[in-house]
């Protein structure tokens, strides 16, 4: 059960007892150095406070049957691959767990006091991005939240370590972001993309993760101002039978970005019919005229001197007289 990241972390020092140069820092580590013990009590794990809560899932994605079967396995031959960890910075003498969350966990289990790791020293920059990157490398499946949260997260901090005045920031933050495209399994265009979900509003996600809204369609949401993002989820819930279409959401984008939006506007791009305004007056309704015909025989008998509209007059004098005297 023990995941081996040699491959997929070719560079890294993860999984691998080979030397080779380590890409978070391009340091040089010696076979003999890179394996160590350290005690289970002395591992903490890595620092909430550098993570999104909607990042925190990826330390529960392992289902109980998996934990089971993986603790079973080291009971059996112990941790496999090693941890990697980091020296704390706020707590002397402990260290941070960057990767083996369930590999630490199922030591706990079986009563391991010590557990084989990798040291790295790393900043919080690249303890984000060595944390990110090996974790989504193990998830069989992630909500769009927390892939659009990992991903920005981790392209942040490979820009603050791009920052860097030596001549390899450019370098390093490439081969960060190609890093990342292994480790996602996605393309870089992709991962930006993804990444730029974080401006999505919030209950926007759990249509996307119910498949009601495509990805796209989100994408360009996420470009709205908060308010008209609001304003459209509040349709889409007002209006269930509606469906917010791709081309839909590309309208929508191009409205903000002109500074068009308008309640309206809006709703043709939702394919929604026109909004009654509540201060519209209902028109009064217009009762169409009905046509008497009056006989000829009848018109010669009684209205012989009379044109049709002289006739017409004198025959509703007639019958007002009629219709008053039966009333009385």
């Known amino acids: 059960m023990a995941v081996d990241f040699?491959?997929?972390?070719?560079?890294?020092?993860?999984?691998?007892?080979?030397?080779?140069?380590?890409?978070?820092?391009?340091?040089?580590?010696?076979?003999?150095?890179?394996?160590?013990?350290?005690e289970i009590d002395k591992v903490l794990p890595f620092p909430q406070k550098l993570l999104p809560v909607d990042c925190r899932e990826m330390f529960d994605d392992y289902s109980d049957e998996d934990m089971e079967e993986l603790t079973e396995s080291i009971k059996k031959h112990g941790v496999l691959q090693p941890v990697?960890?980091?020296?704390?910075?706020?707590?002397?003498?402990?260290?941070?767990?960057?990767?083996?969350?369930?590999?630490?966990?199922g030591a706990r289990r079986?009563?391991?006091?010590?557990?084989?790791?990798?040291?790295?020293k790393a900043d919080d920059d690249i303890a984000i991005s060595i944390f990110v990157e090996t974790n989504l490398n193990q998830r069989k499946h992630l909500s769009w939240k927390t892939m659009a949260f990992a991903?920005?997260?981790?392209?942040?901090?490979?820009?603050?370590?791009?920052?860097?005045?030596?001549?390899?920031?450019?370098e390093e933050y490439e081969e960060g972001v190609k890093r990342l495209e292994t480790?996602?399994?996605?393309?870089?265009?992709?991962?930006?993309?993804?990444?730029?979900?974080?401006?999505?509003?919030?209950?926007?996600?759990?249509?996307l993760e119910k498949k009601k809204i495509p990805f796209t369609a989100a994408y360009h949401l996420s470009f709205l101002q908060k308010p008209?993002?609001?304003?459209?989820?509040?349709?889409?819930?007002?209006?269930?039978?509606?469906?917010?279409a791709v081309a839909g959401a590309e309208e929508l984008h191009r409205i903000s970005e002109i500074k068009g939006w308008n309640r309206s506007a809006v709703r043709a791009a939702l394919k929604l019919p026109s909004e009654k305004h509540p201060d519209m007056?209902?028109?009064?309704?217009?009762?169409?005229?009905?046509?008497?015909?009056?006989?000829?025989?009848?018109?010669?008998?009684?209205?012989?001197?009379?044109?049709?509209?002289?006739?017409?007059?004198k025959l509703m004098e007639i019958l007002d007289g009629y219709f008053n005297t039966n009333a009385g």
């Open 6 to 38: 040699s491959k997929k972390f070719e560079g890294l020092g993860i999984g691998s007892a080979q030397a080779r140069e380590n890409l978070f820092g391009k340091t040089a580590i010696s076979p003999q150095q890179e394996v160590s013990e350290v």
């Open 84 to 105: 990697l960890l980091r020296i704390s910075t706020e707590n002397p003498g402990f260290y941070e767990l960057l990767a083996g969350h369930h590999r630490l966990e």
């Open 151 to 170: 991903y920005q997260m981790d392209l942040a901090a490979l820009s603050h370590q791009g920052k860097r005045t030596d001549l390899q920031s450019d």
């Open 183 to 207: 480790a996602a399994g996605k393309s870089k265009r992709t991962i930006f993309q993804i990444a730029r979900l974080t401006k999505l509003h919030l209950p926007f996600f759990e249509l």
């Open 228 to 244: 008209e993002q609001a304003e459209v989820y509040e349709l889409l819930q007002d209006n269930p039978d509606a469906e917010l």
């Open 281 to 313: 007056k209902s028109q009064p309704v217009v009762e169409k005229p009905v046509t008497v015909r009056i006989p000829s025989e009848l018109y010669q008998k009684y209205f012989p001197d009379l044109k049709p509209k002289e006739a017409g007059e």
């Open 110 to 120: 079986v009563g391991l006091k010590a557990i084989p790791c990798r040291i790295r």
